[in-house]
T-cell receptor, first 113, second 114 residues
């Protein structure tokens, strides 16, 4: 049973466009929602994260939007660049999970020049 | 700091063979985890540890064994390799304090079981 569902599986965006990746979760006990970025041949790295007491968090060109009532959150990449081409994973965790993360299925983003 | 290191980078095993994937971290993190990554499945937790001598099962523990005798090392053992264990394996670590959710991943081990 996938507790965190991510879509789309793949995404192609033109340079300068907006990339949007969506995630939905089921467990209302989740209290931390990070996004990880993974380049080919590398391990994932934390990109940005949000807690459910805020509806939006922005870091540079990356923004997380969070809808607690709908149990959904999304990653927006503004002014997408070819260097953003990577696989993106959303994840969720709870305090009682001692930091263990439940990951979504991943989205492969390609930004065309 | 080297961060999280994993060896080997690539490995090919025959069905039934056993092996150990090595993981080490030099950040003095208490928490360490093993994940496997399969296409369309994301990363799934195999085993995790909250400190030396303490381990527990994750989502997909069958066929794997772990131990944690030191803070730095967290090896993953495949007891009798099966083709279903063909995957990319990632080790991760995190602090036990306020940044417990920020996991640092190693570069991965790509395992093929024939």
């Amino acid at each position: 049973q996938q507790q965190v569902k991510q879509s789309p599986q793949s995404l192609i965006v033109q340079k300068g466009g907006i990339s949007i990746i969506n995630c939905a979760y089921e467990n209302t006990a989740f209290d931390y929602f990070p996004w990880y970025q993974q380049f080919p041949g590398k391990g994932p790295a934390l990109l940005i994260a949000i807690r459910p007491d805020v509806s939006e968090k922005k870091e540079g060109r990356f923004t997380i939007s969070f809808n607690k009532s709908a149990k959904q959150f999304s990653l927006h990449i503004m002014d997408s660049q070819p260097g953003d081409s990577a696989t993106y994973f959303c994840a969720a965790s709870t305090k009682s999970n001692t930091g263990k993360l439940i990951f979504g299925q991943g989205t492969t983003l390609q930004v065309k020049p | 700091n080297a961060g999280v290191t994993q060896t080997p980078k690539f490995q090919v095993l025959k069905t039934g063979q056993s092996m150990t994937l090595q993981c080490a971290q030099d950040m003095n993190h208490e928490y360490m985890s093993w994940y496997r990554q399969d296409p369309g499945m994301g990363l799934r937790l195999i085993h995790y540890s909250v400190g030396a001598g303490i381990t527990d099962q994750g989502e997909v523990p069958n066929g794997y064994n772990v131990s944690r005798s030191t803070t730095e090392d967290f090896p993953l053992r495949l007891l009798s390799a099966a083709p279903s264990q063909t995957s990319v394996y990632f080790c991760a670590s995190s602090d036990s304090g306020t940044r417990v959710y920020e996991q640092y991943f190693g570069p991965g081990t790509r395992l093929t079981v024939t």
